[in-house]
């Protein structure tokens, strides 16, 4: 099983505040799972998210 994040992990990985990770998860363009009031993102939907947002493909 992949490793879980946080929304302030991802916050702290790119800088962000943690209301934009959550806004990036209510667009749909980073994949999260809610396990009950929180959001865990995998290791996995964390490459999905950074494919999506390159330039050049």
């Known amino acids: 099983m992949s490793k879980m994040y ?5 916050a702290d990985r ?6 934009t990770v959550w806004d990036w998860i ?3 363009k980073l ?3 809610k396990i009950g ?3 865990r993102i995998s290791d996995k ?6 494919e999506s947002c390159r ?3």
Do not use: H, L, N
């Not at 946080?6 to 991802?10: F, H």
């Open 26 to 28: 209510r667009k749909k």
């Open 45 to 50: 939907d964390i490459e999905t998210f950074e």
């Open 31 to 33: 994949p999260a799972m």
């Open 37 to 39: 009031r929180d959001y």
């Open 14 to 19: 790119y800088g962000v505040q943690v209301i």
């Open 6 to 10: 946080s929304c302030a992990d991802i």
């Open 55 to 57: 330039t050049i493909k």
